[in-house]
T-cell receptor, first 111, second 118 residues
Framework: LAKTTQPVSMDSYEGQEVNITCSHN???????ITWYQQFPSQGPRFIIQ???TKVTNEVASLFIPADRKSSTLSLPRVSLSDTAVYYC????????????FGTGTSLTVIP | GAVVSQHPSRVICKSGTSVKIECRSL??????MFWYRQFPKQSLMLMAT?????????EQGVEKDKFLINHASLTLSTLTVTSAHPEDSSFYIC??????????????FGSGTRLTVV
């Protein structure tokens, strides 16, 4: 099971782009990389998922290098409401394998 | 994307009583569901894996007789905290494995249940 490492915390000013990098050196061939956002007293909310290269949706982009040993979540022009904990999870979705959470990154957006 | 509903969102119970938490997959069938516990300022800790029609698999250190899990159908898993004590107060979150047809292929999380034992 691929273990993930993320910075514990980050601060950013409103309107800036935020990049959060996750390291997953032992990622398996069939593993996907999924990012979740969690607000206090809420369940994790799906942000974006990818397997390789770049994925973009309406809220974020996910950059995955060729070796897939890391990934970067990019949040464009963050606002105060983006203050949350962000988790990077790695796993094979089509199996019953468990997802173990790492520490996550606590992002604080400053006015 | 896939949706998982968790109920109740908040519950307060007296010490020594039991509490049941429900986790439902609304628009997909989930043969596998997971239960997590989260203490303040900490990450989610996996408690157990629930498989439809079979016994749950518990993580090391989690008491299976205290945290009873039932996965009787493809859309419902329940977690019962038996003989609850104040130290069981926590935020409980379920997750269900969603299929490739969803944007969030893999695991969808419920909104969580805040349990307070007094």
């Amino acid at each position: 099971l691929a273990k993930t490492t993320q910075p514990v915390s980050m601060d950013s000013y409103e309107g800036q782009e935020v990049n959060i990098t996750c390291s997953h050196n032992n990622i398996a061939t069939n593993d996907y990389i999924t990012w979740y956002q969690q607000f206090p007293s809420q369940g994790p909310r799906f942000i974006i998922q990818g397997y390789k290269t770049k994925v973009t949706n309406e809220v974020a982009s996910l950059f995955i290098p060729a070796d897939r040993k890391s990934s970067t979540l990019s949040l464009p022009r963050v606002s105060l409401s983006d203050t949350a904990v962000y988790y990077c999870l790695v796993g094979t979705p089509n199996t019953g394998n468990q997802f173990y959470f790492g520490t996550g990154t606590s992002l604080t957006v400053i006015p | 994307g896939a949706v998982v509903s968790q109920h109740p969102s908040r519950v307060i119970c007296k010490s020594g009583t039991s509490v049941k938490i429900e986790c439902r997959s609304l628009d997909f069938q989930a043969t596998t569901m997971f239960w997590y516990r989260q203490f303040p300022k900490q990450s989610l800790m996996l408690m157990a894996t629930s498989n439809e029609g079979s016994k749950a698999t518990y993580e090391q250190g989690v008491e299976k007789d205290k945290f009873l899990i039932n996965h009787a159908s493809l859309t419902l898993s329940t977690l019962t905290v038996t003989s609850a004590h104040p130290e069981d107060s926590s935020f409980y979150i379920c997750s269900a494995r969603s299929g490739a047809s969803f944007e969030n292929y893999g695991y969808t999380f419920g909104s969580g249940t805040r349990l307070t034992v007094v």
